[in-house]
């Protein structure tokens, strides 16, 4: 495909719109992530200290209310139309945002638990940006348009690498300022470039409740939401608890590094750079995971990333592995994560080709769901034993019944669908 033929067809403004708005929202979603320990300080320092459970609830809502929320924009999307449904959703995000910087200074954890709510409308995003670029277009430009419009996943990679900065220099309150602004402008760009596509390009056929339901009663679809829950859910729970884990395990080197090497005695932003190198593996590679999928195969590229992922987890689990061994695993986990994501995708529209946009809104809350279950698997883990041995033994376990799963499908699906679907299964 030459890019002169793809500024011919569909709608770039749109397109840029819905990138924008799904990269900011995503931005938006993990914002709670790298502020964790700063906020945890200003609670303390007001005779309220979070402790690990409530540290990672804290960190899961915004997680949970995204996956719940994805199905319900979703059918707001075929009732309203994009558009409308985007703008509420943003304005309820800024709104929350800026509630969360005018009240920072005197913001109790249930308040906190109320902004991480709202700001789970941004993790919702998902459901509304995609479909809205991919309307424009025919369906030959679906791969290419939907993965310009997904690709707001490396948004947790600038929040891991500035919010920290911004929360040393003008304080932590300030990031919610500096969000709720920049979502403004992005309000004020998608109010006047996006456009849903009128009939003539794109005939809407609302999906109804009974067409979720009858899904979930395939059994396929529910191997698909445990494959999501464990490869996506795994990227953003760690995604989001990265700071937190870095903190308790590793804060003297990486005081030590940030003190020798980058002259930076904020060990919080140290951390932070961390996490966003181990975060960025997992956003850059979802797209190589599906082209690895599409040359050898989605159930056999899941294979090596699950079984590396396995690996990966049992040695953090059971080596006390010095702090440079340590990110080079985790960095390698998230690279893994990621590439998932992408092999899992490569096969859910060969299965599930009419009914996408309805199997798209339910692996979607599934991999949330499972993002949710990690940060608070990691909490108790903390919580409970002091270190997160149990934690990366559980998330093991869980990838086994995931590969396990694929051994149980895998010669069914590839005589069955597989066989007439044109594309390596």
Not at 18 to 23: G, V
Request: aromatic residues 16%; contains cysteine.
């Amino acid at each position: 495909m030459k890019f002169a033929d793809f500024k011919k067809e569909g709608h770039w403004p749109t397109l840029l719109a819905a990138f924008l708005y799904f990269d900011f929202s995503f931005m938006m979603w993990t914002m709670l992530g790298p502020l964790a320990t700063e906020i945890n300080e200003s609670l303390t320092s007001r005779g309220f200290a979070m402790n690990d459970d409530q540290t990672a609830t804290l960190l899961a809502v915004p997680v949970l209310a995204g996956a719940i929320l994805r199905l319900v924009l979703g059918i707001f999307v075929d009732k309203f139309g994009p558009k409308k449904t985007a703008l509420v959703s943003q304005m309820i995000v800024i709104a929350t945002l800026f509630y969360g910087y005018l009240n920072a200074e005197t913001i109790s954890y249930d308040e906190l638990l109320f902004v991480a709510l709202g700001l789970g409308f941004a993790g919702a995003s998902f459901a509304v940006a995609l479909p809205q670029a991919g309307q424009w277009y025919p369906p030959r430009l679906q791969g290419t348009v939907l993965g310009i419009a997904g690709a707001g996943n490396i948004g947790v990679v600038i929040d891991f690498l500035f919010a920290p900065k911004i929360a040393e220099i003008w304080g932590w309150p300030s990031v919610f300022l500096v969000g709720g602004v920049l979502s403004f402008i992005v309000l004020i760009a998608y109010v006047f470039m996006a456009k849903d596509a009128p009939s003539s390009v794109y005939k809407a056929n609302p999906k109804k409740l009974g067409d979720y339901l009858k899904l979930m009663r395939d059994r396929d679809t529910w191997w698909f939401n445990l494959f999501y829950a464990v490869s996506f859910g795994g990227f953003i729970g760690f995604a989001n608890y990265m700071k937190v884990y870095l903190m308790n395990t590793y804060e003297p080197e990486m005081s030590a590094f940030g003190l020798n090497v980058m002259d930076e005695g904020n060990v919080k932003v140290i951390a932070g750079y961390f996490g966003a190198l181990c975060i960025f593996a997992g956003a850059l590679l979802r797209p190589v995971g599906g082209a690895v999928a599409d040359k050898m195969g989605g159930v056999k590229s899941l294979y090596v990333f699950y079984g590396s992922i396995i690996v990966l987890a049992f040695v953090s689990a059971f080596v006390s592995l010095p702090f440079w061994a340590a990110i080079v695993v985790m960095f390698l986990i998230m690279a893994n994560l990621g590439m998932a994501n992408g092999s899992v995708f490569q096969l859910v529209p060969q299965r599930f080709g009419k009914d996408i946009g309805v199997m798209t809104g339910l692996i979607g809350m599934a991999g949330g769901l499972g993002g949710t279950a990690l940060i608070k698997t990691f909490g108790w883990s903390q919580g409970a034993y002091e270190g997160y041995t149990a934690g990366f033994i559980i998330f093991a376990v869980m990838t086994m019944v995931a590969i396990s799963g694929i051994s149980l499908v895998k010669t069914r699906w590839r005589t069955t669908w597989g066989a007439v679907s044109g594309a390596r299964i």
